[in-house]
């Protein structure tokens, strides 16, 4: 079961160690995984883990990124690495590579353990909102265009059971007032799940409510906008949530 995910999106200047940031909490296994987005440069560029729970951090492994590049790559072992510590994922180049992605995974100490409840992440995307501030969808999976969205696409259920841990990534923030609700919809009713963000914001949670799913239900999750004023919106926007035992 993943138990935390951390995503950023930077260029890397020659010569330059850039980090991709930090888990929150120390994990007992981690996996790093890199999209190129088509930047032949980035081949040969070193990705480094370390453990930053003591001043300065720890290295603790490295991996080379190769191509050719037909789409995101795990740079760690099947397995994982497992250290037990407090991640930190930077990256490396002596050559100037444009702007990469990569995500930093940890994983709990109970990922195969009796009592796992078996949950699984559910993930919607898109590049932008442009239907706002007309109420519109965030589509499941990532949608890397600005098409309209105002119809649901939706997922169903597969089995009983409860979404909660609604993360809101804006990658690249927008600016103005306003505020943007993301909300969880089951059968086209809005629940409790909902993250209220600022536009400017990066990114922003809602891990205290449960909402209860059964087989076949229909989930989507609807974006509405309030306080407009010289707005300019965020793109590349991910929702995820966990969907596990009821």
């Known amino acids: 079961m ?31 995984i890199v999209n190129p987005d088509a930047q032949p440069a980035a081949a ?28 995101a790559q795990r740079l760690t072992p099947e397995g994982g690495i497992a250290a037990g510590a407090l991640y930190e994922l930077r990256a490396f180049s002596h050559v100037a590579v444009g702007a990469l992605t990569a995500s930093l995974v940890g994983y709990d100490p109970q990922c195969c353990a009796p009592d ?31 098409a309209t969205t105002v119809d649901p696409i939706t997922l169903r259920a597969p089995r009983d059971g409860a979404l909660s841990h609604l993360w809101i990534e804006q990658k690249s923030p927008g600016v103005g007032p306003g505020i943007i609700t993301y909300t969880v919809r089951v059968n ?42 010289d707005t300019t919106f965020p793109e590349r926007i991910t929702a995820t949530a966990r969907f596990g035992k009821p």
């Not at 922003?204 to 076949?216: F, H, I, P, T």
């Open 188 to 229: 086209g009713i809005a629940t409790a799940l909902a993250v209220a963000i600022a536009i400017g914001t990066a990114s922003d949670s809602n891990v205290a409510d449960r909402v209860s799913v059964l087989e076949g239900d229909e989930i989507d999750v609807w974006a509405t906008v309030a306080g407009l004023a």
């Open 2 to 32: 993943i138990n935390e995910i951390v995503t950023q999106t930077h260029a890397l200047p020659a010569g330059v160690e850039v980090s991709f940031g930090i888990l929150t909490a120390p994990h007992a296994l981690a996996e790093i």
């Open 44 to 71: 040969g560029s070193e990705w480094r883990l370390y453990d930053v729970a003591t001043a300065g951090g720890a290295l603790i492994w490295r991996g080379t990124l190769t191509g050719p590049f037909e789409g």
């Open 116 to 146: 796992d409840d078996g949950s699984a992440l559910l993930v919607w995307g898109k590049l932008r909102l442009d239907d706002l501030p007309t109420p519109c969808f965030v589509p499941p999976g990532y949608d890397n265009s600005s």
